[in-house]
């Protein structure tokens, strides 16, 4: 695997980020019948927090997001996005192990119907705990933390 990094996220980041999440979601939106090009990407800049969010490089260049934000009695893995040409060859997997490392608690995401990416989180211990017509919510336990098959 190339070699890679995450830095702690900046206001500078909210362009990148925003485009990418457009882009990597668009699939799933479309399918879902709820694909809208203004709102994806202003609804994550109305809640853009760089607080807990890192930055994922690969070779110096931007590849992608990830956040573990804290909140009462869980963490929230949120906006985990990765440039299509780094999925599918294992980042996405090294960098959940890296950041589900530093956890020491509860960790709740939520993901669209369809995506991939939930067997990603399926394959690291996440469990499915509801789901409607859009969001599948899933939770993992300190006791459920896997390594990546």
Do not use: K
Not at 67 to 94: I, K, Y
């Amino acid at each position: 695997m190339i070699p890679w990094h995450l830095r702690a996220a900046t206001p500078a980041d909210l362009d990148p980020i925003t485009e990418l999440r457009a882009v990597v979601m668009r699939p799933d939106l479309e399918r879902l019948g709820r694909y809208d090009a203004q709102r994806v990407r202003q609804r994550f800049r109305d809640s853009f927090d760089p607080t807990h969010l890192w930055i994922i490089e690969v070779e110096g260049s931007f590849a992608g997001s990830i956040a573990l934000r804290p909140a009462d009695d869980v963490h929230w893995l949120e906006h985990f996005f990765l440039s299509p040409t780094r999925q599918g060859r294992g980042l996405g997997s090294a960098v959940l192990e890296h950041v589900l490392a530093g956890c020491d608690g509860v960790v709740r995401l939520n993901v669209l119907q369809g995506s991939p990416a939930r067997r990603l989180y399926e394959r690291h211990g996440f469990a499915v705990d509801s789901e409607d017509p859009v969001d599948v919510w899933m939770t993992l336990r300190p006791e459920n933390v896997r390594n990546a098959v």
